[in-house]
């Protein structure tokens, strides 16, 4: 880790400032389990820290009207326990509660957490000589250029679902999973002011290009999550199946939620983590459930459907089938949970 | 000889512990310490040909880079299989990972920005690091351990399995990183480390610096989990006192986790194929077991013979044909990590009798009571003790056993759950090491005993209180417990479940020794209240007695030299006469998701057989852990590599997967606690690595009966039952 | 803590206040000489622990730890855990992973359980930190600590300090209502030894006593 200077800036123009004054190895930090690990592993390594979570007023939790507004610095613990999130998104609460850990969800925000980068072990594991362990691995995210050492290489953990002969790094959260499915958007604040992004517009496909893994600017602070309220929310699940029964990342998860009147669906939201580089909306899962009475069938049917395009590797072929079943579990998960 | 069972006594240093007080070793305060960060080599095998230091020693706070020039050629290592020599910065790389500079600075963040900003440059060769990856493997064969006439007896059986078993590589992942901390003082030189061996590294410092061990203290109070890592000298010590000798300056090294994957040992991958053969009856008549283990090119331990140490000695099968194989490969030493040779060797074995029971329609505990044993077929001495029959008729009691359908498959949930009940046995040689106790109780109310061992958890502080508390009335209170520090009594190193062994009857014969001084000194007075206040009656400040104890065959002058010198004396498990064995049952209730197929482990029963408990305590809490261990080498833990890079691809806790909490369930554990009448004067046997013994195989039995699938590799993962 | 020490610390008033002299002794006790309470005043003085950054790369952090306030001059890279450890002489909180992996260095900052080795140490400006020697009042335990003796939640005793800090938390969140609960909350803190059914009984057992008390 190279030295660093650090700003501390009560305001988001503050920060912006601060954050143009540092020049270009400027980064804002909030929580820092992404950025302050990688850091520690030499993969980042920004000169100067703009540190946000000392502005004001940027961790509030609203869900007082017709959406839910989360602030960019409020703890995914906090909102993991709001009790409207909890009772009426429970795809939200469920979603950051089986993210991590405790400790970690107490410092990690859901603004930065959006921004949460890779775990492929060829990106993270290596380089540094020190902290980094012995090993140098060829990765596009880290060089462009340098080639994908997972294609062909260990790849269990690969993504199946949006993978480029450049890139197969899946991208490692939950909680934006649950915001892809339910069409979540980011509040962003830069130089020039502020605008509004869909979520799923946050994260491009890797394609030739898998160093660029956000559309932010570098400039650019999120500040808030502004969620429409649905009907679906209440009849909804995070459903994650991983390698230990906690603290570990998804081999295959899914943001399911449903409207259905009796055993009729009307709307589906569903969403896949684990499986692929994006957060991946499963559009064609969510084609086959509407507008039919829900079976156990029905439900592996359109799970299956949401792999239709899968593209293995050597050895994560069974994310597949797994993902399928996951899909599966989860909207009968979502379909036996009433509404209030 | 033997008395009554020992009382439940809180752990001793636990309320140190949860103060958090202990040191460990990277936890000396010392004042002018400097921080110290290595370099590892990013080739696999070759030589590194240029080492740029200038760029690292720009950075501010940066004290000194050393390199291979600051040291001379590695020492000669001395006979003895627990000594290689430790290891310095050398020019030539042998593995990926392999240390090859040393930055020390006046802050640990200048020691990782200067570490990250040197690129040595380096000529790489071919190399092999897998053994399934191509033909660069060498195989190295040791001889056979045998009995009877296997192969004759297996051609006649009336039923064999013949079936490969696999084991991973898998990493101990201790939580105390592996670190030193080194001081050079008015010419004499302190090691503050965790080390399972404080003695051991005395002299392999002595060796590789060419001074006096007599000048050299190694300290390592307080281990941070040993589970057989911190047995051999570790990598970076002897570079690291090197460091500190040169600069006068107290340094410290606390080795990243990354790194310690790749240059401390691990439990090598090994293949075990099994030919069971049981006779018309029933009866169990021959075993071949083929077993072959990763290996360095150069390394001998973990030997692959010892797989064939516990196999042989469960079941009455006469016959016994153990083959050994290295296969070396371009890696750095494995070495024994907790059960080391009977985890993956009864993963194997244990899950070949269930396959037999299955075959012969025989339930696997009526089966395994059915072949019971009282003879060793190597030696053909009887086994000293073997209550394992008691711990499985009471395991079976408390688990319900009774209540099993035989069928595979045949116990599904209402919701479509999968579940499955699993056993089976495990056993682990109980082994014996010299030991010299010094013991002194003080008229002021004070004790102290000094002697071999140290503590990882395991309880041996408490264990020695308890056999000096049973043999003299003193104040617990105010009892010093000194091990792990060369300083004050020769330290053995302290694996294979022999800790207790050697320390437990030498604080029991110093107790006893105390005692009998004091009746001499009280000369027939009956003075009332406790030892000091006998002693202060006779005003005596204090009295001293030493014993030095081996095992039973040992010559003795020969095993305390080697006590003395740092060395390896191991008596056992084949005493003259006898040879004795710890034993183990397990059961195990797994469920497996209907549809995702997710493994879990909601119950487990396991009750050990390790003669006398001398701390029932703690021992309970060894048995909790040999089961979390089982769960999670059976079902979490393996580590990767890559055959295009070597070194090891997953080497942090995110990637590398051991059990958490919400891993573990219900754990239910008993202890026979029936003294064993040969294998030494306190009837105790060794239970640190017996506790994990069988239960792999236990989980992949149970896992078999809830789904109709056999998995003969671990760790067994989701897509195997998918 | 040497009489030197004892000496200097209060010649820093204004700087380091102990408004709980136990806070800081428990720390300092095992430090018979190295002045590692840094205030302003201290780094005037030589020092061979002195930070050799330039000024622009370092900070003053002023946070309050285990009830008395320090102002710590640090590299701005510092870490929480390496501040607590190798700056101010409290080793109790452990370095198992240096990536918020393990659980090891939990420590509670404003009551809340995080890890300290993620942690930024700039970032407890105007903060407080509880640490593992900040935990029992002078001599009485805490109940965790207490049912953590009794239930033989411990072996080597490394992680100890980061699952009784964890696990204080965790009552506290409201999350030790049911062993599956506990267990589910106590996950980000590994115990290579395998002592998790003695800590989920004696955080069952601490809570009791916790909601009595």
């Known amino acids: 880790m190279q030295p660093i200077r650090y700003i501390r800036p009560s305001t988001v123009r503050e920060a912006i ?152 790094a899946v991208s490692p959260g939950d909680w934006p999973v649950a915001l892809v499915a339910m069409d979540a958007r980011i509040e962003v604040a830069g130089p020039g002011g502020e605008r509004m992004l869909p979520i799923s517009e946050l994260y491009p496909l890797p394609g030739e290009t898998p160093h660029i893994e956000f559309t932010l600017e570098p400039s650019e602070i999120i500040v808030g999550i502004v969620i429409g309220k649905n009907a679906a929310g209440a009849r909804s699940t995070y459903h994650k199946i991983r390698d230990r029964e906690s603290f570990a990342f998804a081999l295959a998860s899914a943001a399911v939620a ?34 039919s009475d829900l079976t156990d069938d029905l439900a592996m049917a359109a799970g299956r459907a949401a792999f239709a395009d899968a593209v293995p590797g050597r050895s994560n072929g069974f994310k597949v089938e797994l993902g399928a079943r996951t899909v599966a579990d989860a909207i009968m998960i979502a379909a036996a949970r009433r509404p209030l | 000889m033997q008395g009554a069972p020992f009382a439940d006594r809180a752990r001793v240093d636990a309320l140190e512990k949860v103060l958090g ?68 910065l050398i020019w030539d790389i042998t593995f990926r990972g392999q240390p090859v500079a040393l930055v020390v600075a006046e802050t640990l963040e200048a020691a990782i920005e200067a570490a990250e900003v040197i690129r040595p440059e380096f000529e790489e060769q071919p190399f092999s690091v897998l053994a399934d990856a191509d033909n660069g493997v060498v195989r190295d064969a040791v001889d056979d351990v045998a009995a009877g006439n296997t192969m004759a007896e297996l051609a006649r059986a009336a039923i064999v399995i013949d079936q490969t078993y696999t084991s991973p590589t898998q990493h101990h992942n201790t939580m105390e990183l592996l670190s030193t901390t080194a001081v050079w003082a008015e010419g004499r030189l302190t090691v503050h480390e965790g080390t399972q061996r404080s003695s051991g590294v005395q002299h392999d410092l002595a060796r590789a610096l060419g001074i006096d061990p007599a000048i050299i203290e190694v300290k390592s109070a307080y281990v941070g989990g040993g589970f057989g890592q911190r047995g051999p000298t570790q990598c970076q010590t002897a570079i690291v006192a090197r460091a500190a000798m040169i600069l006068g300056r107290p340094v410290k090294l606390v080795t990243p986790r990354s790194q310690i994957f790749h240059v401390a040992t691990y439990r090598p991958m090994s293949v075990h194929r099994i030919r069971l053969g049981a006779d018309a009856e029933g009866r169990m008549v021959a075993v071949r077991h083929d077993a072959e283990q990763e290996q360095s090119r150069l390394g001998m331990d973990p030997p692959p013979d010892r797989y064939h ?49 299955i075959a012969l329609g025989r339930d696997p505990v009526e089966f395994r009571l059915a072949n019971g044993a009282t003879t060793d077929p190597l030696t053909g001495n009887p086994l000293s003790s073997r209550f394992l029959d008691e711990c499985l008729a009471e395991g079976a009691r408390r688990f319900g056993w009774e209540q099993r359908n035989p069928l595979p498959r045949s116990m599904t949930a209402a919701d479509g759950t999968q579940i499955g009940w699993g056993v089976a046995a495990g056993a682990y040689p109980s082994m014996m090491v010299p030991s010299i106790a010094s013991f002194r109780v003080s008229a002021d109310g004070s004790a102290r005993i000094a002697l071999s061992g140290h503590e990882m958890g395991q309880g041996i502080r408490t264990a020695i209180a308890q056999a000096v508390l049973k043999h003299i009335d003193i104040d617990a209170e105010r009892l010093e417990i000194a091990i792990g520090d060369t300083s004050r009594a020769p330290q053995h190193i302290t694996v294979g479940s022999w800790g207790t062994a050697g320390a437990v009857p030498a604080a029991e014969a110093a107790a006893r020794r105390m005692r009998a001084r004091l009746i001499e000194l009280l000369d027939g007075r009956n003075v009332a209240g406790n030892a000091h206040r006998q002693l202060a009656a006779v005003r005596r400040p204090y009295l001293d007695v030493e014993v030095a104890q081996t095992a039973p ?48 482990v909601p119950r487990v029963v396991s009750i050990a057989d390790c003669g006398r408990v001398i701390s ?51 754990i239910e554990v008993g202890l026979i606690d029936k003294p064993d009448p040969m294998a030494n004067e306190s009837g105790l046997k060794g239970l640190g690595e017996v506790v994990m013994a069988g239960g792999s195989a236990a989980i992949a039995n149970a896992i078999h009966h809830a789904t109709g699938v056999r998995v003969r590799h671990l760790p067994i993962r989701i897509e195997d039952l998918l | 803590m040497s009489d030197e020490n004892s000496r200097e610390c209060q010649h820093s008033e204004g700087f380091l206040v102990l408004s709980r002299r136990s806070a800081l002794l428990a720390g300092a006790s095992v430090v018979p000489t190295a002045p590692f309470v840094r205030s302003a005043k201290a780094q005037d003085a030589v020092s061979p622990l002195a930070l050799p950054v330039s000024a622009e790369h370092s900070l003053t952090v002023r946070t309050n730890i285990n009830g008395g306030a320090f102002e710590i001059n640090l590299d701005a890279r510092t870490s929480l855990l390496d501040m607590l450890r190798e700056h101010l002489g409290l080793a109790g909180s452990k370095k198992g992973c240096d990536h918020g992996q393990c659980g090891a260095c939990t420590v509670h900052v404003d009551g809340r359980r995080v890890a300290s080795c993620l942690t930024l140490a700039a970032k407890v400006e105007g903060r407080e930190v509880t640490t593992i020697e ?60 395998g002592a998790y059914v003695g800590i989920v009984a004696a955080i069952q057992d601490a809570a009791e006593r916790m909601e009595r008390g």
């Open chain 3, 134 to 193: 900040g935990l029992s009042d002078g001599d009485r335990l805490h109940p965790m600590q207490q049912a953590f003796i009794d239930h033989d939640a411990l072996q080597c005793g490394y992680c100890t300090p980061g699952q009784i800090m964890a696990a204080v938390a965790c009552v506290h969140e409201g999350n030790a209502t049911s062993s599956e609960r506990i267990r589910e909350y106590m996950s980000g803190n590994i115990c290579r030894c």
């Open chain 2, 309 to 357: 140490d516990a196999p042989p000695r469960i079941y009455g099968i006469p016959n016994y044909l153990g083959t050994s194989t290295y296969l070396r490969l371009d890696r750095q030493n494995p070495g024994f990590m907790r059960c080391p040779h009977p985890q993956p060797a009864l993963f194997a074995f244990e899950s070949a009798i269930d396959e037999m029971a």
């Open chain 2, 21 to 88: 007080k202990p040191i460990y070793g990277a936890d000396m305060p010392l004042p002018g310490m400097l921080h110290a960060i290595t370099v590892p080599a990013r080739i696999a095998k070759g030589r590194m040909t240029a080492l740029p230091i200038e760029s690292a020693m720009r950075v501010k706070g940066v004290v000194r880079v050393f390199t291979p020039d600051d040291f001379g050629p590695a020492p000669v290592p001395p006979a003895g299989r627990y000594a290689p020599p430790p290891p310095m």
């Open chain 1, 17 to 168: 400032a601060a954050h143009a004054s540092l020049g270009d190895g400027a980064r804002y930090i909030a929580g820092g389990t992404t950025l302050y690990d990688l850091m520690k592993l030499n993969i980042e390594r920004p000169t100067g820290l703009v540190d946000v979570t000392f502005i004001e007023g940027l961790e509030t939790i609203d869900t007082s009207g017709d959406t839910l507004r989360f602030g960019a610095n409020a703890r995914m613990a906090d909102v993991a326990t709001d009790p409207i999130v909890q009772s009426q998104y429970p795809v939200l609460s469920e979603a950051l509660s089986k993210a991590a850990s405790q400790q970690l969800r107490n410092m990690a925000t859901v603004g930065a957490n959006l921004l949460q980068r890779t775990r492929c072990m060829y990106f993270r594991n290596g380089y540094g000589g020190a902290s980094g362990g012995a090993a140098d691995y060829p990765c596009n995210k880290r060089i462009p250029g340098s080639g994908c050492a997972a294609i062909g290489g260990l790849d269990r953990g690969q993504a199946v679902l949006g993978v480029s002969d450049a890139c197969t």
């Open chain 2, 616 to 666: 029932p305590r703690t021992a309970r809490s060894q048995i909790y852990g040999g089961v979390v261990w089982a769960i999670s080498a059976t079902l979490r833990e393996e580590t990767e590599i890559d055959p295009r890079f070597g070194g090891y691809l997953n080497c942090d806790f995110a990637d590398y997967v051991v059990a958490v909490n919400a891993d573990i369930a219900d």
């Open chain 1, 258 to 291: 449903l409207e259905m009147s009796g055993d009729r669906v009307n709307a589906a939201r569903i969403a896949l983590g684990g499986v692929a580089t994006r957060p991946w909306r499963a559009d064609a899962a969510e084609a086959m459930l509407i507008g």
């Open chain 2, 553 to 600: 065959g040992q010559d003795r002058e020969e095993a305390l030299s080697a006590l003395r010198r740092g060395g390896y004396a191991v008596g056992g498990p084949e005493y003259p006469g006898f040879t004795a064995m710890s034993y183990i049952a397990h059961f195990v209730e797994v469920r497996i998701e209907p549809r995702t197929r997710r493994i879990r």
